[in-house]
C-alpha cells in the first residue's frame, strides 16, 4: 500500500509519499514541498528521493493560481516516480477537528461541510486544507481522502486543562480548549518510547516552529498544552502573539479595530515578526544585528521557560523535556537558553552534545547529571498522518 500524505499550508504545500509495509508507515520515499504560496510568491518545488535532492522552478504563467500550479506540478513528480497509480489513500493533515471529530475520518461532503465551519477558527491553515483535500479530490477521484485532525491527539484533556472558565453555556457550544500540532506529538512520543523509558513518565514537549506549542504528557497522553480554542493561544510564534491579555483586544475594538484588522495582527503581524519588525524566521533573525532581532528571540526564549514550568506544574514534575519543529530541532541557542533556566527543575544540558544535534536524528542532549532527560527528536507529521490513514482503512 502507499499513501500520499499532504500538509497544505498558507505558503507551502508539503507532501511524502509513504510505502505502508505490515501496517506500518515507513518513512517517506519520496517527500517535498511546494514553497511560494503565497500571493505575489515565487514558487519553487523540492523533493528528495532515494538520498537525491531536487530542486526545480514550476513555470508559471502570470495569471495562474498558484495552488494549481503546485498541484500540477505535484501530479507530474508523482507519475514520473510512478507514485500516482499505487496511491491507495491520501491523508491529510488538518489542523482543526474542532468538537466533531476525536479522530480521523474519510472525508466525504458531509465532513468537508463541517470542516469549513471551523476555518475561521483556525484561518491561516484550515482554509489551505481544505483546498488541498478539494484538489486532491479533483486530481485523484478514486483515491479515498482521510482527514488526520491535529486535535485529536488532545481530545482526552482532563476536564480543568480544556474548560475556560467562562459561563458553562459556552463550554457547551464549543468554546473550549482543543490543542494542536498533534500529529507532531504523537510522531515524537512514539520515537521517544523507541530511545526512552521516560516516555512513560512526565513529558514536556516543545515544538517550536513557525506555529509553537507546548504538551505536558502522561505515558504518552496529552494532559496540558498551550494552544487552545485556536492556534493563537500560548507561546509566541512566528507571526502571532501568543497568550494575550483579552483587556487588550476590548480596548482595540472600543478604539475601532475591526474583526480583519484585529485578525491581522494576531495571526500575521506579531510575534518574532511583529516585536523585530524584521522577519518571522528564526534564521534571518539570529544573522541579524539589529537590537529589535535579538529583542525578538529574548522574548520568544522566555516565553518557552515560562510556559515549560507551567505546563511541568500541571503534570507534576518533568522526566523528559522534548524540542522539535523547524526551531526547535534547530536551533541549539534556544534550547541552551531555555534548559539553562529550566535548571530549578532538575534540567542540565550538555552543551557539547547539545551542539551537535541538528534535527537529522534523535539526540539526547542532558548532561549526566542531568534529573530530568533533554532529547533533540526530529518530528515527522507527514509519516504520523500515513499511519493514521492506514490504521482508518484496516478498520
Ligand atoms: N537552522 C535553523 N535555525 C533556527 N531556526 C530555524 C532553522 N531552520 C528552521 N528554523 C525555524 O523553523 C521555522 C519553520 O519551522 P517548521 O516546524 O518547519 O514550520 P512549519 O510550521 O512551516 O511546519 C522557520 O520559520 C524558522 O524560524
Ligand atoms: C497549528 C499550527 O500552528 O501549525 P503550524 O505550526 O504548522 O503553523
Ligand atoms: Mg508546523
Keep these: 500500500m502507499v499513501i500520499l500524505s499532504i500538509n497544505a499550508g498558507?505558503?507551502?504545500?508539503?507532501?511524502?509519499?509513504?510505502?505502508?509495509?505490515?501496517?506500518?508507515?515507513q518513512p517517506a520515499a519520496l517527500t517535498g514541498s511546494i514553497e511560494g504560496l503565497e500571493p505575489g510568491g515565487h514558487l519553487s518545488l523540492s523533493w528528495r528521493s532515494g538520498g537525491q535532492v531536487h530542486r526545480e522552478q514550476p513555470d508559471v504563467d502570470g495569471h495562474a493560481e498558484p495552488f494549481h500550479v503546485a498541484l500540477q506540478t505535484l501530479q507530474r513528480l508523482l507519475q514520473e516516480q510512478r507514485a500516482g497509480r499505487t496511491l491507495q489513500a491520501i491523508a491529510h493533515r488538518v489542523v482543526h477537528g474542532g468538537a466533531s471529530f476525536r479522530q480521523a475520518v474519510k472525508v466525504d461532503a458531509a465532513i468537508l461541510h463541517t470542516l469549513s465551519d471551523l476555518a475561521p477558527l483556525a484561518p491561516l491553515h484550515q482554509p489551505h486544507n481544505i483546498d488541498g483535500i478539494l484538489a486532491l479530490g479533483r486530481?485523484?477521484?478514486?483515491?479515498?481522502?482521510?482527514?488526520?485532525?491535529?486535535?485529536?491527539?488532545?481530545?482526552?484533556?482532563?476536564?480543568?486543562?480544556?474548560?475556560?472558565?467562562?459561563?458553562?453555556?459556552?463550554?457547551?457550544?464549543?468554546?473550549?480548549?482543543?490543542?494542536?500540532?498533534?500529529?507532531?506529538?504523537?510522531?515524537?512520543?512514539q520515537t521517544l518510547a523507541r530511545f526512552s523509558q521516560r516516555a512513560a513518565g512526565r513529558v514536556v514537549m516543545a515544538h517550536l516552529g513557525n506555529g509553537a506549542s507546548l504538551c505536558g504528557m502522561l505515558d504518552g497522553k496529552s494532559r496540558a498544552t498551550t494552544m487552545g480554542f485556536s492556534a493563537l493561544d500560548g507561546l509566541m510564534m512566528g507571526t502571532r502573539c501568543g497568550a494575550i491579555d483579552a483587556g487588550v483586544l476590548l480596548h482595540l475594538l472600543a478604539q475601532g479595530w475591526d474583526h480583519a484588522r484585529l485578525e491581522a495582527l494576531l495571526y500575521r503581524q506579531s510575534g518574532l515578526l511583529g516585536v523585530s519588525g524584521i522577519s518571522a524566521d528564526m534564521r534571518q533573525l539570529r544573522a541579524s544585528d539589529d537590537p529589535n532581532a535579538q529583542l525578538a528571540i529574548?522574548?520568544?526564549?522566555?516565553?518557552?521557560?515560562?510556559?515549560?514550568?507551567?505546563?511541568?506544574?500541571?503534570?507534576?514534575?518533568?522526566?523528559?523535556?522534548?524540542?522539535?519543529?523547524?526551531i526547535g530541532e534547530h536551533d541549539q541557542l534556544l534550547r541552551a537558553d531555555v534548559c539553562d533556566r529550566l535548571a530549578f527543575l532538575g534540567v542540565a544540558l550538555d552543551h557539547d552534545k547539545n551542539s551537535t544535534a541538528d534535527g537529522t536524528q534523535v539526540v539526547p542532549v542532558h548532561s549526566k547529571s542531568s534529573q530530568a532527560e533533554v532529547w533533540v527528536i526530529p518530528t515527522d507529521e507527514a509519516r504520523m498522518a500515513a499511519q493514521i490513514a492506514a490504521d482508518l482503512l484496516r478498520q
Design 10 to 25: 498558507s505558503s507551502t504545500l508539503k507532501f511524502g509519499v509513504h510505502d505502508i509495509e505490515h501496517g506500518i508507515a
Design 139 to 189: 486530481a485523484f477521484p478514486d483515491v479515498p481522502q482521510i482527514a488526520c485532525f491535529d486535535t485529536a491527539f488532545h481530545a482526552d484533556l482532563p476536564e480543568e486543562e480544556y474548560l475556560f472558565a467562562l459561563p458553562q453555556a459556552l463550554g457547551q457550544q464549543g468554546i473550549r480548549r482543543y490543542g494542536f500540532h498533534g500529529l507532531s506529538y504523537q510522531s515524537v512520543s
Design 298 to 326: 529574548r522574548l520568544f526564549g522566555y516565553r518557552v521557560v515560562r510556559e515549560t514550568a507551567a505546563v511541568a506544574a500541571c503534570i507534576g514534575g518533568l522526566d523528559a523535556l522534548v524540542f522539535t519543529g523547524g
